[in-house]
């Protein structure tokens, strides 16, 4: 078999743990399969080469950080081929570049463009385990780029399309993907399979474990792979299309998202272009709005609604600065904000074909005695903000509906 291994930034985090994975891909050789390895920058290491650089000047230059941040991986990748040399294995590390990774010329966030991974073929055919780095590549002029932040999962998810790899695993410090976040939900489970689309609501909901764009791209290109511990052995979390056996299960996790405040405009009049205006203003500042609710007419005299939206907490300032400068021109009464406030989100496919998911969501709050502000919902989610206060025990409420065997 050709496997693909990425390791992230904590399971390459000192030279002990770098031994760890060179033995781990030394059983796969023992086995007589061939080995490409992604490593990401040891743990801390990118981000303080961000602080390195924000000490010589706040905003510097985007080629420059690129050029900088490549370092991190490039630490690792020789480490890692040393590491496979004293257990006597050859080994041999590329960068971005060398393993043929083109990309587009978005400094700190590059696309890949195409990858032409002549080098790490050759290599793999004179035996030797190929040791890439992960979160680079290339422009086609031969400027070093990076992919964004956890870039190194996509490094790893797109050389494995390009090897038409038999298996890629992302190796993490966790033992896979869960039905809830175990440090709130003492009774989740890991999940053994999970399909995209189900990933990437979780992951979008706070649930990180891999990099959106990565399962996109695995999405996309049909790369199955598994999520999985690199501290011990145990099988982890299969995620690939979506089958029908899925779907009878009705909701696969639940999640919460902290991470969030809540705007609400108070009587804003209810003509064409207000909303426009409002969301444009928010975009301009990019600032990230996530979900909207707007009412029906209040029944009074000039035709007035009210309107939130929940934004990213570290934005809300600079949202009310936006709204207020908004004041004269819209003419809404006055603004609301609440930081207070968390998202409790239930994901599954199997809610397309289940009935009453959304009564038995709002049934189990209403018995907790938690108030829903908002509700949005998708094809395979649904989310309420709630009191932060309460979020932990409504998420424990409902995991144990959804997720948790009822006695008979
Ligand atoms: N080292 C990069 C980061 O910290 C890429 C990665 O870890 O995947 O974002
Ligand atoms: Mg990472």
Same mark, same amino acid.
């Given at each position: 078999?050709?496997?693909?291994?990425?390791?992230?930034?904590?399971?390459?985090?000192?030279?002990?743990?770098?031994?760890?994975?060179?033995?781990?891909?030394?059983?796969?050789?023992?086995?007589?399969?061939?080995?490409?390895?992604?490593?990401?920058? /040891?743990?801390?290491? $990118?981000?303080?080469?961000?602080?390195? *650089?924000?000490?010589? &000047?706040? %905003?510097? +230059?985007?080629?420059?950080?690129? /050029?900088?941040?490549? $370092?991190?991986?490039?630490?690792?990748? *020789?480490?890692?081929? &040393?590491? %496979?040399? +004293?257990?006597?294995?050859?080994?041999?590390?590329?960068?971005?570049?060398?393993?043929?990774i083109v990309t587009d010329g978005v400094h700190t966030k590059a696309k890949i463009q195409n990858i032409t991974p002549k080098q790490v073929h050759s290599l793999l055919d004179g035996g030797n385990v190929v040791i890439v780095a992960g979160f680079q590549g290339q422009t086609v002029e031969g400027q070093i780029t990076t992919l964004g932040r956890g870039g190194s999962d996509l490094t790893a998810i797109a050389l494995a399309a390009a090897l038409k790899a038999d298996l890629c695993q992302i190796y993490t410090d966790v033992d896979g993907v869960y039905t809830a976040d175990p440090r709130i939900v003492p009774t989740a489970r890991k999940l053994p399979e999970i399909s995209y689309d189900e990933m990437l609501e979780l992951a979008s909901l706070g649930a990180k474990v891999m990099q959106s764009r990565s399962v996109e791209f695995a999405k996309k290109f049909g790369v199955i792979f598994e999520v999985r511990s690199s501290l011990n052995d145990n099988p982890g979390t299969i995620v690939k299309e979506e089958t029908l056996s899925m779907e009878d299960v009705v909701i696969r996790g639940v999640s919460l998202d902290k991470n969030q405040a809540k705007v609400t405009l108070v009587g804003v009049p209810d003509k064409p272009g207000v909303a426009a205006k409002i969301f444009k203003a928010l975009a301009d500042a990019t600032i990230n709005v996530d979900m909207i609710v707007q009412n029906v007419s209040h029944n009074t005299g000039t035709p007035a609604t009210?309107?939130?939206?929940?934004?990213?907490?570290?934005?809300?300032?600079?949202?009310?600065?936006?709204?207020?400068?908004?004041?004269?021109?819209?003419?809404?009464?006055?603004?609301?904000?609440?930081?207070?406030?968390?998202k409790l989100s239930i994901v599954?496919?199997?809610?397309?074909?289940?009935?009453?998911?959304?009564?038995?969501?709002?049934?189990?709050?209403?018995?907790?005695?938690?108030?829903?502000?908002?509700?949005?919902?998708?094809?395979?989610?649904?989310?309420?903000?709630?009191?932060?206060?309460?979020?932990?025990?409504?998420?424990?409420?409902?995991?144990?509906?959804?997720?948790?065997?009822?006695?008979?």
């Open positions: 078999m050709l496997i693909v291994q990425k390791f992230g930034g904590t399971s390459v985090g000192n030279p002990e743990r770098i031994k760890n994975v060179a033995a781990r891909v030394a059983r796969y050789r023992a086995q007589g399969d061939q080995v490409v390895v992604v490593v990401s920058a /040891m743990s801390g290491v $990118t981000d303080n080469l961000i602080k390195l *650089a924000k000490e010589i &000047m706040p %905003l510097p +230059s985007e080629r420059e950080m690129d /050029m900088l941040l490549a $370092t991190g991986e490039q630490t690792t990748i *020789a480490l890692t081929a &040393m590491a %496979l040399h +004293s257990l006597n294995l050859q080994a041999t590390s590329l960068t971005g570049a060398q393993a043929g009210d309107l939130s939206f929940t934004a990213d907490k570290p934005d809300l300032l600079k949202a009310q600065k936006v709204i207020e400068q908004l004041q004269e021109e819209i003419g809404y009464q006055k603004v609301i904000s609440d930081e207070k406030i968390g599954g496919v199997g809610m397309r074909s289940h009935s009453g998911v959304a009564a038995k969501m709002f049934d189990t709050l209403a018995n907790e005695g938690v108030n829903i502000d908002m509700i949005s919902t998708s094809e395979i989610k649904i989310s309420v903000v709630i009191d932060i206060a309460r979020a932990e025990q409504a998420m424990r409420a409902v995991h144990k509906v959804f997720l948790e065997k009822q006695p008979a």
